[in-house]
């Protein structure tokens, strides 16, 4: 079911591992809708049921549009471009040649997942017709109904990310640009926010900038795809900020170290990192904690591997 956000703008939970992990968006003006973000193939009928909901139709989307193309945000793309005939899919230049042609980004994503957890958790990616889709400058608005959506490119979390401004509502969809902030942790109504150091194309000093590209917006509300909708973001930027730091402390330590038992060390320290932030934040016992960050924990730790790797390339 589609879950009403403000300035008819509904959340909608895609399904992924557990409920309350990955959302997409669904947008509304004068007969018109956006999806942003997917989900996965499995998260299809999650989102065809919530346009029904809204008492709209499949036909009436104009727009799909993925704030980059990792699977848990546009996996499920091509699935709803093609239950969605009139819409037309809009994406970073740098991701949509992967949505036209999925089949480097399924052997990637199998290569960091494994073959049968991507069938298992991903299903099948579909190849978008080129006729249908459209890359994104940096700044283009598209304008849907009324109201008008500014594409933003915001590399950092990956080099072919993008963020959503609907310049009506004010609301920002962040994708990952934001990192994440699960429900779990909002003790006290705010939220805990952390890095998500995803492979492969983690870049911290890209990533502080188009946190200042964002703030400069001014959003009444960032949007994320892990998970929901953030006030104020100005106030809890600067945690994000933080923690984005605290990921590169722990890559930077293991460059004067052997590269034999790395990626256990780097997994280590993440768990540290983040299993005390949700302790200190929520109240909530180690272990409860450790179980929500699971996935976030393994991910960000393979991702700073991959950055280090980039950087011992960029030295020789």
Not at 55 to 63: I, L
């Amino acid at each position: 079911m589609a879950q009403a956000i403000g300035a008819q703008s509904y959340l909608i939970d895609t399904g992924l591992y557990r409920p309350g992990l990955a959302a997409c968006y669904l947008v509304a003006d004068a007969g018109e809708l956006a999806i942003i973000d997917t989900g996965t193939m499995h998260s299809l009928p999650h989102v065809l049921e919530a346009i029904e909901s809204i008492g709209a139709r499949p036909e009436q989307v104009r727009y799909v549009m993925p704030t980059h193309v990792h699977l848990d945000h546009a996996g499920g793309t091509g699935q709803l471009m093609r239950a969605c005939p009139n819409a037309t899919l809009v994406a970073h230049p740098k991701g949509l040649p992967h949505m036209i042609d999925p089949s480097k980004l399924q052997a990637g994503a199998t290569a960091v997942y494994g073959e049968e957890a991507f069938a298992r958790d991903f299903g099948e990616l579909l190849a978008v017709d080129e006729g249908r889709s459209r890359a994104a400058n940096d700044g283009e608005t598209f304008e849907l109904g009324g109201r008008s959506i500014r594409f933003i490119d915001t590399p950092g979390h990956a080099n072919h990310h993008g963020c959503l401004f609907d310049q009506d509502s004010g609301y920002l969809y962040t994708g990952d640009t934001f990192g994440l902030g699960y429900a779990e942790f909002r003790a006290d109504r705010q939220p805990l926010i952390v890095a998500t150091t995803t492979p492969v194309a983690f870049d911290p000093d890209a990533w502080f900038d188009s946190l200042d590209r964002m703030m400069a917006l001014e959003p009444k509300a960032c949007c994320l795809t892990h998970f929901g909708r953030i006030d104020e973001p100005e106030n809890h930027v600067d945690m994000l900020r933080e923690s984005i730091r605290a990921h590169v402390t722990i890559a930077l330590a293991e460059e004067t170290r052997d590269e034999e038992g790395r990626a256990d060390r780097l997994r280590a320290a993440v768990r540290d990192l983040l299993v005390d932030a949700g302790v200190a934040h929520a109240g909530l016992a180690a272990a409860d904690v450790e179980a929500i960050f699971a996935n976030d924990i393994e991910l960000n730790a393979q991702g700073l591997g991959v950055w280090l790797v980039r950087r011992a390339k960029r030295r020789d």
